[in-house]
Structures are given as C-alpha cells and as structure tokens.
C-alpha cells in the first residue's frame, strides 16, 4: 500500500487581520478563534497581550506570516493605567495582592520628573511571570510552582512615556517602546522609584509598527462578518506588506528579480544605503523583504510565494539542500 499523502487542513489564505483583542482572553485564544472563522490554514500572531490586556494584535496568515517575526520587533504603544500603593506577585491586576503601602499627595511635576527617568535606554528584569525561557522552561511556569530564579536584565528603549491623567491612587500613561519591553516591569519601578509601589491595573495597545488602533476591527465584528461567508471576511485582511508599510521600498525588474529569487543580492539604483526595504518587481507586485549590504547591493531577506504560486525560492532551496 502506498502512503497516504498529507493533506493541509484549511484555505491557503494570505492576509493580515488588525484585530483589537478583548479583556479576558489570552493572544492564542484569539488567534484560534480568528484562525477557525476564516478556515485558515496557517496564522500566527505577532505579540502577546495578557489576558488582562485589549488592543491591538495583528493575525497574519499563509504568506503573511514571512513577516510576522517583522512586526514583532516593531516597536509599541500603550495607554496603562498604574495603580499606586499596592504590589501584586504577577505585577497586574489579576495577581495575588503582597504589599499595600500609604500613597502620598504627588504633585503632577514630581510625577513627571520620575517619569521622565525611564525615558531613553533602560535596563529591566523580566518578570518571572512570563513567557522566556530558564534551561528550556517557561518563567511562568516555573512561578506558578513558587520557584523563583534569577534573570539577566535586558536592555530596552522607552521612546516617550507621558502621563495622560492622575486620579488619587492611580496613573494613566502613555506609552511608546521597543520591542521585549514589559509594562508590568515598568509600572513596578515607577511605584518603587515613588516610593509607595505600583501594579498595572489596566491596559491597551495602541499601536504595533505600523498598524494604529483606530484601523482595527472587534472579535465581534469578525463574528458577525463570517456569517456572510468566507468572501466578507477575506475582504477585512490587508495584503502582507502592510505591516511594512513604514519601510523604504525598491522596485526592480523581472530579471534582476530572477537572481534576487536566486537567493543572489542584487543591485539597484538609488536604493536606501543601508537598513530593510520592502520589495517590489516593476510590475508592481510585492516580492517580500530585503535588507542592504555594506557594498550597496540588497540580499534577499524572506520572499514571499510568487504570485503564480511557485514556492518561496529560498524554502525551495533549503529543501532540495542546494
């Protein structure tokens, strides 16, 4: 008998969902759930939000996901509310209550100035409730056994931190940064930097690369639009490289895209020196990712599937082991 061969389960659907994620559900609860209403065959999100967390989560699915790992380490922006006086064992609201101090009568300018000592690069110590790794186990995991373990501090980038609104116990701030920043981590050194400690009591992602909070849709709405069927909710999803929207693009003609296809770096006039770049064959269809080399020459860095729906050429290459 001849073995039976694998069958993908799901469409090959390409696109990406600006999803706002709701309170009270985890990233891969709603990417499961996205994944299923549109009968995707393949989808990844592109950053966690905690449970406690709404907003922004950009889905990509089928060819989109070449550029998942892209908008992951785009940087973000949050509105948090920081609630000052108490201390909680996960640094959010739904963490076990450890520490309640008195909060004294800051002054806006005092606030400010502490604030304004996180802007920049900065140093932070992941929380163990979270998702890296200690000789191959989760910190979250290892937490919720009560073990505790010492993690290398990790360098991030605040690019403004501003504070929207202060009512007694609680601060609304506005937040920008890079990319592995943990808020929780951020609003604990804030109450510790105030002297009375903090927790996150609330928050939304605003923004993640190019994507902005106001152009995305509800879990609802993706509810509602399935019941039209499978051609309204492929009209929701934007094309791959619109989470790359803020790149430079190139645009290069067939037979130089022929070489670049070969995994070869190639040549293009008044390029951007240095940095990634989206691109483009002349005809106008979106080729994938590239990056400059220090000799001015663009290398291949993910190439989506051709158009024909011929195969990624550097899959194909890795596969044959050419």
């Known amino acids: 008998m001849g073995r ?8 090959p659907i390409d696109g990406i969902l600006v999803l706002d994620k709701p309170v009270g559900m985890g990233s891969n609860e709603s990417l499961q759930v996205v994944k299923r209403l549109f009968r995707a065959r393949k989808a990844g ?80 110590i992941p929380p163990m409730h979270s998702a890296i790794k200690h000789q191959g186990q989760r910190l979250y995991k290892l937490a919720h056994q009560g073990i505790e373990v010492e993690r290398k501090a990790r360098q991030v980038r605040i690019h403004h931190l501003d504070l929207l609104d202060q009512q007694a116990n609680r601060l609304f701030v506005d937040v920008k940064c890079s990319k592995g920043t943990y808020i929780r981590t951020l609003a604990e050194d804030i109450g510790e930097r105030l002297g009375c400690g903090a927790h996150v009591e609330a928050l939304r992602r605003l ?18 639009r399935s ?51 989206r691109i483009y064959s002349k005809s106008g269809g979106f080729l994938g990712v590239g990056e400059v080399q220090d000799d001015g020459r663009i290398a291949p860095r993910r190439l989506l599937r051709s158009p024909s729906g011929g195969a990624d050429p550097a899959v194909v290459r890795r596969r044959s082991g050419m």
């Open 227 to 277: 019941r039209e069927g499978l051609e309204a909710l492929d009209a929701m999803l934007l094309p791959a490289e619109a989470g790359l929207s803020d790149w430079p693009e190139v645009h290069i003609p067939q037979r130089v895209a022929y070489y670049l296809e070969q995994g070869q770096p190639v040549l293009v006039p008044h390029a951007p020196t240095d940095g990634f770049v």
């Open 45 to 124: 999100h592109t950053g966690s939000l905690d449970r406690l967390a709404s907003g922004l989560l950009p889905i990509c699915m089928g060819e989109a996901t070449k550029i998942s790992g892209y908008l992951l380490n785009a940087d973000k922006r949050y509105e948090t509310c920081v609630r000052l006086g108490v201390r909680t064992r996960t640094g959010d609201a739904e963490g076990e209550v450890i520490e309640n101090r008195a909060v004294p009568r800051y002054s806006r300018s005092r606030v400010d100035e502490v604030l304004s000592e996180f802007v920049g690069l900065i140093e932070q």
């Open 207 to 224: 923004e993640a690369g190019p994507f902005d909070i106001d152009a995305s849709t509800s879990l609802d709405t993706v509810r509602e």
């Open 4 to 11: 039976k061969r694998f069958r993908p389960r799901g469409r």
